[in-house]
């Protein structure tokens, strides 16, 4: 069987390139094409020698770490051992995907000529073939990033809400509402909304179980200190466009996304008389305003977190 290596290096640089193209999809970043290209040519010299070469060495498995390791130190120059690591994880998952599909195509088609040396398929299949497999591998790769980056938006929605009072706290699971744009008329901090139920642990049980009275000024045997921390909250609504909403200040408010823990210097707490959701998923609604603002000194980023 006669093999031509201008196709072997073809084939290989075709493949790992769209490879290492496929890693900047996943992390969502621009690549250097001439990184990429130098990278993927990088791995098509190995197989030219694994195939022309008749040493073991080239069949190790140290070697191929090793080749890989430069492939994506090259393409991508990762900070640190750990995006290094990253990295390198992300290539064997492309490349057994990659591969996987390779597989398949070679059992559909079956062609006559092929074999295997130094770890390498090789044969006279029409480089389109290659290609085919690897634009399918492609395409596999990104309706899975879709699918999965939707379920993580999704995840996103959410947020850990931890309030303060008195040295009692609660953590509750909160929405992340486009629709909350609550505010407190004069100060102008921003209003979480809290079940009624949930906040049971830091508000005295006189305070919870008579909000529609202390709206309206009756404030007979509510302690001073809840007294001066209560505030009003209009709000509109579907069927209730002029509403008021009983409001605290507490002493503090911590906010825990997937990336980040913050604490919120100036926020009110809206308590409200029911529960938000049936399915008891979240008990609180926080608006995406807070989020825009935290880079100001309303908010102190107590730690960013690594991925």
């Given at each position: ?12 640089l075709?493949?790992?390139?769209i ?13 250097q ?25 080239y069949?190790?498995?140290l ?11 090259i393409?991508?120059s ?18 057994f995907v990659?591969?996987?599909v ?11 000529n ?11 299949y029409?480089i ?31 947020c ?38 949930c ?18 000024g ?38 825990e996304?997937?990336?980040?823990l ?10 409200y ?10 008990s609180?609604?926080?608006?995406i305003?807070i ?13 960013e977190?690594?991925?």
């Amino acid at each position: 069987m006669t093999i031509y290596i201008d196709i072997v290096i073809a084939e290989n640089l075709c493949m790992n390139y769209i490879i290492l193209y496929t890693m900047a999809i996943v992390y969502k970043i621009k690549p250097q094409k001439i990184k990429l290209l130098s990278s993927s040519a990088i791995g098509s010299v190995y197989a030219v020698l694994a195939y022309t070469q008749d040493i073991e060495a080239y069949s190790t498995m140290l070697l191929k770490v090793l080749l890989s390791i430069s492939m994506v130190y090259i393409a991508y120059s990762p900070k640190d051992i750990w995006h290094l690591i990253k990295q390198l994880i992300t290539f064997y998952l492309i490349s057994f995907v990659f591969g996987g599909v390779a597989f398949a195509m070679l059992y559909f088609i079956q062609p006559q000529n092929i074999m295997v040396k130094g770890g390498l398929y090789i044969g006279t299949y029409p480089i389109k073939i290659v290609c085919i497999g690897a634009i399918i591998g492609f395409v596999l790769i990104k309706i899975t990033l879709k699918l999965i980056n939707g379920k993580l938006a999704k995840d996103k929605l959410f947020c850990k809400v931890k309030v303060v009072i008195n040295n009692n706290e609660i953590e509750i699971n909160s929405l992340i509402d486009t629709g909350n744009m609550l505010k407190e008329p004069i100060t102008g901090a921003p209003v979480i909304v809290i079940e009624k139920n949930c906040l049971e642990p830091l508000i005295p049980e006189m305070v919870l179980n008579n909000l529609d009275s202390i709206m309206k000024g009756n404030h007979t045997d509510i302690p001073t200190e809840y007294i001066q921390r209560f505030r009003a909250i209009p709000f509109s609504s579907l069927g209730k466009q002029n509403g008021m909403l009983l409001g605290i200040k507490p002493d503090k408010i911590y906010i825990e996304t997937e990336d980040e823990l913050i604490q919120v210097q100036d926020a009110i707490i809206g308590i409200y008389n029911g529960y938000i959701t049936k399915n008891g998923l979240y008990s609180g609604l926080i608006g995406i305003d807070i989020f825009e603002r935290r880079n100001s000194n309303e908010f102190v980023r107590i730690a960013e977190k690594q991925h």
